[in-house]
C-alpha cells in the first residue's frame, strides 16, 4: 500500500513539493509559526470556539435547543476520539511511509514523525471537531471547519503528511461525526435534559437569566407577548 506515491508525476506528491516549497521559501519565523499552527495552535483555537458556542447557545433561544445545541457541543470531542480510534486500523493496514522517508528534499519542520502517514490524525480530529460544531451552532461550526481545513495546509506545509493524508482525515473524521451523531444526540440529550432541570448543575445547559426568563414565559402562559393581557370572559359579554 506504500506505493500510493512512487514518483514525481503523481499529483499528490507534486501537490506535496509545491505546498512543502513555501517552507523553503519563506522566513525561520514564519516556519516557526506554522510549526506551533499546526502542531497546537488550531486545535487550542478549536477549544476556544467549542467555549464560545457553548456560552451562546446556552443563553439563547429555547431551553430544548440549548440541550440540543450542548448535546452537539459535548458530541464533537467524543467524534474525534472515535475517529481516531477508528484511524488506528486503518493506519495498520495502509502502512504508508511519511513523506520525508520516501521523498528527498522535503522541508521537515517536525521531527521525531516515526508513525505511518496515511490518514492525519490531527485532520481527523480537526474536521470531526469541527463538524461537530457545525451541529451545534452553524456560524461557529463554519469557522471551526475553517479551521480545520488550515490544520490540513499546515501538515502539508510542515513536511510530515501528503496531501491525500489530510483529505483522507477530512473524509473520516466528517463520517465518525455525522453518521453517528444520530446515536448520540440520542444518548446525550436525556442526559443533558436531567442537567438542565437541575437547580444545582443545570447552568451548565442553560444559563442562570435564560431559565429565569423560561419560568417567566411559562408563567405568563408561554406564548402571550408582554403587555397584552388575557381576555376576560365578561369582555365577551360586553362585546355583545
Excluded: Q
Excluded at 458530541?75 to 488506528?88: M, Y
Excluded at 461550526?141 to 496531501?163: D, K, N, Q, S, W
Excluded at 448543575?201 to 403587555?227: I, K, Q, Y
Amino acid at each position: 500500500m506504500a506505493g500510493l506515491v512512487l514518483d514525481g508525476s503523481n499529483p499528490d506528491v507534486s501537490l506535496l513539493y509545491d505546498i512543502n516549497g513555501l517552507a523553503k521559501e519563506a522566513p525561520s519565523w514564519f516556519d516557526r509559526v506554522m510549526e506551533f499552527t499546526g502542531e497546537y495552535g488550531i486545535m487550542a483555537a478549536m477549544v476556544l470556539l467549542v467555549i464560545g458556542c457553548w456560552w451562546s447557545v446556552r443563553r439563547r433561544g429555547s431551553a430544548e435547543d440549548s440541550v440540543t445545541a450542548v448535546a452537539g457541543l459535548v458530541w464533537a470531542p467524543l467524534a474525534a476520539g472515535v475517529a481516531l480510534l477508528v484511524n488506528i486500523p486503518i493506519r495498520g493496514f495502509v502502512e504508508r511511509p511519511r513523506p520525508f522517508i520516501d521523498h528527498k528534499g522535503i522541508e521537515v519542520l517536525v521531527a521525531g514523525k516515526t508513525d505511518f502517514s496515511f490518514v492525519s490524525d490531527h485532520a481527523t480530529m480537526a474536521m470531526a471537531v469541527g463538524v461537530g460544531i457545525f451541529i451545534a451552532h452553524r456560524t461557529y461550526g463554519l469557522a471551526a471547519i475553517g479551521l480545520a481545513l488550515l490544520e490540513g495546509f499546515c501538515r502539508v506545509y510542515m513536511g510530515v503528511h501528503y496531501p491525500t493524508d489530510v483529505i483522507g482525515g477530512f473524509a473520516l473524521g466528517t463520517a465518525v461525526a455525522l453518521l453517528l451523531t444520530p446515536l448520540a444526540l440520542a444518548l446525550l440529550t436525556p442526559l443533558l435534559s436531567a442537567v438542565c432541570r437541575s437547580a444545582r448543575v443545570g447552568r451548565l445547559v442553560r444559563s442562570r437569566a435564560a431559565r429565569d426568563a423560561d419560568r417567566t414565559g411559562e408563567a405568563l402562559g408561554g406564548t402571550r407577548p408582554l403587555g397584552i393581557p388575557e381576555p376576560r370572559p365578561d369582555d365577551n359579554n360586553l362585546a355583545a
